[in-house]
């Protein structure tokens, strides 16, 4: 459900061409040779409005170009130191969305390291062959040119919030099995439910077992936690100003943008798998921790059972089966992670504007253009990642802090150990209709063996002692 609405970002398809500096007052250039084709118009727009463009320095302009792609600027100028009074339009170099034939960037060479050529701005050199060869065939005579700065066109990102409509059914089906599922078990049901520490003793004070009759409650079981035992350099405030779950170019997951809508979803929601899966583990060591503390609290105190179907004085169970005090910050607490882990790796969908702003079409005849507008890939939030980590170490060091709490020694700790609560629940001269009165855990007295028993009972019992009543 995380992915069934999405943001979307635009990125740009532009033209790099590298000009003299005559262009820049407007000096000719020649409009038939093969280089231009259809970008006339554009190059033509870019010295109409020379004064509008931003002026970027070597390292800016490499920093800026030098990503899988770009919605700030569009359009670019590579301003050489040199002048041509006949053609001041020199070579033209184009890249398409994330298709970004950044080459240029490296003085064209094959494989374009962006760090490297960062560095290596101020000696900026892109070698420029003759104008008059076809752009995909061999080009004989090569020109070195000095690139002096650039002045890049600027451009609105366009965002926009989309829904997708086969997620969104998805998940509308699931739900609703869930929901029968749960309509289901709840209409069904119609034995006795064993859930709580208070089920199975009522149930085995009423109905005893003869299988653990004279036996020892015992302690083998540790429980674990109780007592008992891109190439552009980032400034950590730009990191810090990115907003949870924000789409932004600067934060988009390369290796996801070759992947398929559903590939992106899994990869968004992995960590929302993952976490589900540690809420149930937490959820279940927590409920074992607290589901022995409130057996034990019946060695210190005489109460009555909490179980799943109350009779006379009995207590109901809770609402969401932990003591609101632990439940409502345990719920809140994951409810939060997740949310924060979903707005920490994300669904984004990138569309691709062509070098005059419009929407890219999806069939072109450029042998250059991968035949889309659009695509998949996942954000990530940096603030959102951080603050994830923080609330996730809390909730995992609040289980360790739980666990060192101490039980009383009144009782041994067995968990959930239906064998030992059975043994615990032999009634020496008590009916089956105790289960419904206040209880306390102690020493009963003697049994046919004339060793003494302990068990839960309605009547007065005496505490146990470490090194008596078999208590070690």
């Known amino acids: 459900y995380n992915s069934v609405i999405f943001t979307s970002l635009s990125a740009n398809n532009y033209i790099a061409v590298l000009v003299a500096q005559d262009f820049l007052s407007g000096g000719p250039w020649t409009t038939k040779h093969d280089l231009l084709g259809e970008d006339v118009a554009v190059v033509g727009n870019l ?8 002026r970027l320095d070597n390292t800016e302009c490499k920093q800026t170009y030098g990503t899988s792609f770009i919605s700030t600027y569009r359009n670019l100028l590579l301003v050489s130191e040199a002048y041509n009074n006949t053609d001041s339009v020199i070579d033209i170099y184009e890249a398409y969305g994330i298709y970004n034939n950044n080459n240029y960037l490296c003085s064209g060479s ?6 490297k050529a960062v560095q290596d701005a101020a000696t900026w050199t892109i070698k420029s062959c003759s104008p008059n060869s076809n752009r995909q065939g061999s080009r004989e005579t090569c020109t070195p040119f000095n690139v002096d700065y650039c002045l890049a066109e600027a451009s609105s990102p366009i965002c926009t919030v989309s829904l997708s409509r086969p997620l969104l ?5 699931c739900n609703a099995i869930k929901l029968i599922c749960l309509a289901s078990t709840l209409a069904l049901t119609s034995f006795e439910p064993l859930i709580t520490v208070g089920d199975a003793i009522a149930s085995f004070i009423s109905d005893p077992d003869p299988t653990t009759v004279n036996q020892v409650w015992t302690a083998p079981l540790v429980l674990l936690g109780l007592n008992n035992t891109n190439g552009k350099p980032m400034a950590l405030s730009e990191l810090w100003a990115q907003g949870f779950g924000t789409v932004s170019t600067g934060f988009i997951i390369t290796a996801t943008i070759a992947l398929p809508l ?5 990869v968004a929601n992995t960590p929302q798998l993952l976490i589900s899966f540690v809420a149930v583990f937490y959820n279940g060591l927590l409920t074992c921790m607290l589901l022995s503390s409130e057996a034990n609290d019946f060695a210190r105190r005489r109460k009555t059972l909490r179980v799943s179907r109350p009779r006379g004085p009995q207590r109901s169970t809770y609402w969401l089966q932990l003591p609101y005090r632990y439940a409502v910050p345990l719920l809140v607490a994951m409810g939060a992670l997740h949310w924060l882990v979903s707005q920490s790796i994300f669904l984004a969908r990138v569309n691709i504007y062509d070098k005059y702003g419009h929407l890219a079409p999806t069939a072109t005849s450029n042998a250059y253009l991968k035949p889309q507008n659009s695509l998949s890939s996942c954000g990530w939030s940096p603030k959102a990642i951080i603050f994830a980590l923080i609330l996730g170490g809390a909730i995992i060091l609040t289980l360790y802090l739980l666990g060192f709490r101490k039980y009383d ?9 239906s064998a030992a609560i059975s043994a615990a629940c032999h009634r020496l001269d008590e009916g089956p209709e105790v289960a419904e009165l206040p ?14 028993r302990a068990g839960f009972a309605a009547g007065e019992v005496r505490r146990l002692a470490a090194g008596k009543n078999g208590l070690d």
Do not use: E, F
């Open 439 to 452: 209880l306390k855990y102690g020493v009963l007295g003697a049994g046919s063996d004339s060793v003494d």
């Open 262 to 266: 559903t590939a992106n979803v899994i």
């Open 169 to 173: 059914v998805v998940v509308i089906v």
């Open 110 to 115: 094959g494989d374009c390291d962006i760090s």
């Open 409 to 417: 020694a009144g009782m041994p700790v067995v968990g959930s150990c």
């Open 47 to 54: 010295q109409r409005n020379i004064s509008s463009l931003k």
